[in-house]
Each structure stands twice: as C-alpha cells, then as structure tokens.
C-alpha cells in the first residue's frame, strides 16, 4: 500500500499517471453514502451498490412512506446476506424542509419573466401559474427582493429541470413571483429553498418523531441525518428524544449544515453532534459561488482536527443522467478527499439516476486515487500539533500506532475495541493502510435479558474513512491478561489474508489493551 503512494509536492512522472490501478479488496479508504430508490432498490442492485463500494444506505423520509422504505431495507440485508458486505443504516429526516405539491404529477411548464403565485392551499392543483406548497408561514417570512429556488432534489438555477423566482409582492398568505429560467419541473414534490431566510419551523418535526420512533426502533438505524441543523440545541433535542426510543440511545447524530444559520453556529454544532454531512445543494444557494470551496476547506478541517467524520454532498450531479461525471465533478471529488472528507454521500444520483451502480464504482476510483497523493505526513504533523501536550492516553496510543506503521511500512493497523473510541482516533491521524476495527461484543443487561453490544459500533465505523470493521467472537474480552486475543488477532490476520490486505512477510501494527495497560506492537508475518 505504501510503494504507491505519491505526493503532488514531488514531481510526477506524467507517464506513470496512466499506468492502471491495482484493484483492491477496499475499493477505497474514503466511505460512500448511497440514497435508496426507485432505481436502487432491488436485491440485484444493491448487491452491486455493495461490491462496488457503498458502506451506509440513506433513507430519505421526505418522499415515499414507511412501508415503502421497508420493503428497501429488506431487500438491502438480502444483499447484504449474498455480497457478506456489511452495510449501515442512515435515515434522513424532513426538518423544516419547504415542498411544492403537485399531487396530478403532471409536468410543469414555467416560461421566463411570467408570474406564479406560490399558495399555502394544498388543495389546489400545481399549475403554471399556480405552486402549492406546504408552509402557511411564507409570506410572513418573506419580502419583496428575495430569492426562491425550487426543483426536484437538484436545484443549481442553471439547468432546465430547477427554476429560480424573485419575490414580487405578498397577498395575504400567497407569495407573488417572478419566474428568472425558463424549467420543466416533473414529479410529484418539488424541494422549495427561500434564500437566506429564517423559517420558523422545529428541526425536527412531529412527523420525524413518529418515523423514528416506529421505524427507527424497528429498524434500530446506526445514524440519524438531521436535516436543517441550525443550533447546537437541535442536536441536544434530537438525542434527547433518542435516548428515550430503546436501542436508539446508540444511534449516531450526523448534523446537515445546509444554510447561514447552520453554518454561523458550525462550532456548536460540532461540539454536540457525532459527524456533519455538509449539504452543499442547499448551501450553495445561501452562499456565494466563490464562498463554497472556502466553507468545505474551514469546515473539513474543523471535523479533522475535532476527530469526527465528515461527509461531502453533490459531487457527481450529472451523472444521475449520464454515465461518466464531468471533469469539474471528477476533481471536485478529489479534492474533497485531499480536503479531510471521511464520506461521499450520493443523493438524486443513486435515489433516482439511470447509473446507480456505476456512479458509486466511479467514486470510489477517484476516491482511491486522490488518496494515493493525500500528504499524510504533513496531515499527521499538523494534527499531533492541534492536540498538543500533555497527550491524553489514547491519543498518544492512537498517534503512536499510526506513527510506527508508517515507519515499518505496516499493510494493516489491526485495533481491538469494544467503544469504537481507539479505532476512531487511530482514523483520525489517516493513516494510509487501512485500520482494521475488532470490535469485542459486550454482554450487557436492562434486568430483563441479557443481550450483546457491538453491532452498532462495527456498523458506525463504516462511514469513518479508511476504518473497516469486523465483529469478534463474544467469548474474547477486548482486555486480556492471557492469550485469549492471539486467537481473535488469529481470526482478523485470517481476514485479513483472505481480502488480500496482508500478505507473508507483511509487517502488522496491533493496538490493544492489556489489563490496564495500552499495548502497541508490530508483527512480521511469516510464510
């Protein structure tokens, strides 16, 4: 793993930039984030979203009903069962989401320089003139001026299938606009985003509430997206709520900055949350164009140092329609990996594109590559040096593991965990094999059953980049004194073998605790 990595500070044979990859058992460090729909979810699908790369499946509960996404999930573990690869569980709440309601479902010719009126009465039919939507709070929020964009999951203002209006006057509760692109828009619901504006609805909304409690527990979901993540206090609310919906108090909280609000209050808000997904769809409306690069550079670098993942959206737009993403896109996603991104999260591009499968493969071979020039010495510098000393104990364990693979050439960091915590902070030095996350089941109680844990941590650590997790016999305490852990370390080294990632000869990195000590030691394989 090491003979290939490159920096793009040293001079670059350009002839060696054509020679072929070598495939791998990973197809790369950085995780992708698939949103399941109508084009992806069939077993046969999913089998090949799996092996192509996707590690977390998002549910979106903005369109379709629990039921529907059920039937999703089912055939998502069929997949699971037949690909052995594992797979976590995203849901995705509406928030304060803003909808236009086209319940005929025909198209919706807008023309340039017309009117349509934007009207709470959901009893309506959507028209050219006429856009129902489903806030009565609109035209108490906005002025004569400001900016409203609407489409279909994709709104840029510069394709045919978004359209971009300019608030001309308010009329009670209807919001007179002005139409600035000429658009198609098809489909049933049509996302609404009014510009820099405050709208007064709670993040999370009852409806979420409902859809959590019944299909979130059912389902026991390994991540909570919150949609619309405005204050530190959302995210406070929202694990308050789950800590009350059984084994939900396990569930992560991964916070959507997709607005000035959000983005004002960003240090808060990742001191509360476990991760951020920067939604750049909406993002990119509030923001300058020439602002965005600078938010995802501050923004990465802010989860980075703070040791929580981070996931990038709408990377590969153009390719729900196409088979290949365009040169803009393809280095938009390296860059999000040279930037810090732990996760790629595909939305429209696998929910509702002709090119599911190959969109997640094409990701994961940019992802790979840019990996292969990332500076990992001057990353690992730089955090050791925002840590500072004294080292808590972990970190001075996690950072010394990394350290010392890298400077054997180790092909694998081998970590035993029961939290999670140890395999997470060696992550976050990025090393530049992959880490192998044992994570040790732990028998717990409520007074009624006993039960074990550990599904959920292994499951978590697949939207970490470059963590890749396998669940340990139960019978193997993650602290020994004995010699129980040669044979769990027996079982990953196997593993490890069998994926290709260890090789004879191969020297191994192995973190684990020994009674109440933290041990680092290196392996040389033999034949």
Not at 258 to 282: M, T, V, W
Request: net charge neutral; proline share 4%; aromatic share 6%.
């Amino acid at each position: 793993m090491q003979s290939s990595h490159l920096l793009l500070e040293e001079p670059i044979r350009m002839v060696s930039i054509l020679e072929p990859s070598k495939a791998s058992f990973f197809p790369a460090m950085t995780k992708i984030v698939g949103t399941l729909g109508p084009r992806s979810r069939s077993v046969e699908v999913l089998s090949g979203c799996l092996k192509a790369g996707m590690s977390v499946a998002r549910f979106d509960f903005s369109w379709h009903d629990p039921e529907y996404h059920q039937e999703t999930l089912e055939n998502l573990k069929a997949a699971v069962k037949l690909t052995k690869k594992l797979c976590a569980v995203m849901l995705d709440t509406v928030g304060p989401e803003l909808q236009v309601v086209n319940k005929s479902e025909k198209a919706i010719s807008l023309e340039a320089d017309a009117t349509v009126i934007l009207t709470p009465d959901e009893g309506q039919e959507a028209s050219s003139n006429l856009l129902p939507i489903n806030f009565d709070g609109l035209s108490k929020a906005v002025k004569k001026g400001d900016t409203i964009f609407i489409g279909q999951y994709l709104f840029t203002g510069s394709e045919t299938t978004s359209v971009w209006l300019e608030v001309s006057e308010v009329q009670g509760n209807d919001v007179v606009c002005v139409i600035k692109n000429t658009a198609t828009l098809t489909g049933a619901l049509f996302t609404l985003h009014a510009s820099q504006i405050r709208i007064e609805l709670p993040t999370l909304s009852d409806k979420d509430k409902e859809v959590i409690s019944s299909w979130g527990v059912k389902n026991k979901i390994d991540f909570l997206s919150l949609s619309y993540t405005r204050h530190a206090e959302d995210v406070r609310h929202a694990r308050e709520f789950l800590s009350k919906q059984g084994d939900l108090y396990q569930t992560q909280i991964f916070a959507k900055i997709e607005n000035i609000e959000g983005l004002n209050h960003f240090d808060e808000i990742l001191q509360e949350a476990d991760g951020i997904i920067l939604s750049r769809g909406n993002l990119g409306i509030d923001l300058p164009p020439e602002k965005v690069f600078l938010f995802q550079k501050a923004a990465l670098y802010k989860c980075n140092v703070a040791g929580k993942p981070a996931v990038v959206t709408r990377v590969v737009d153009s390719m729900t329609d196409n088979l290949r993403p365009t040169r803009a896109e393809a280095t938009d996603v390296a860059n999000a990996v040279l930037d810090g991104s732990d996760a790629i999260l595909l939305g429209a591009e696998t929910l509702r594109g002709l090119y599911p499968v190959e969109t997640i493969s094409t990701v994961g071979k940019i992802c790979a590559e840019a990996e292969k020039v990332f500076n990992q010495d001057l990353y690992f510098k730089k955090t050791v040096k925002y840590v500072g000393e004294p080292m808590t104990h972990l970190e001075s364990i996690a950072s010394s593991a990394v350290r010392a693979a890298i400077k054997v050439k180790a092909s694998v960091i081998i970590c035993f965990t029961s939290s999670g915590r140890a395999a997470r902070l060696i992550a976050k030095y990025r090393p530049t094999m992959p880490v192998l996350s044992v994570v040790i089941p732990r028998l717990k109680t409520n007074q009624l059953k006993w039960s074990f844990s550990g599904a959920f941590e292994a499951r978590q650590s697949l939207i970490v980049r470059g963590l890749f997790p396998m669940l340990a016999d139960p019978r193997h305490p993650a602290e020994s004194t004995s010699a129980t852990n040669e044979s769990v370390l027996k079982v990953a080294l196997d593993y490890g073998k069998a994926s290709g990632v260890v090789k004879p000869h191969d020297r191994v990195v192995v973190c684990q605790k020994v009674g109440d000590a933290s041990v680092v030691k290196i392996i040389e394989l033999e034949d």
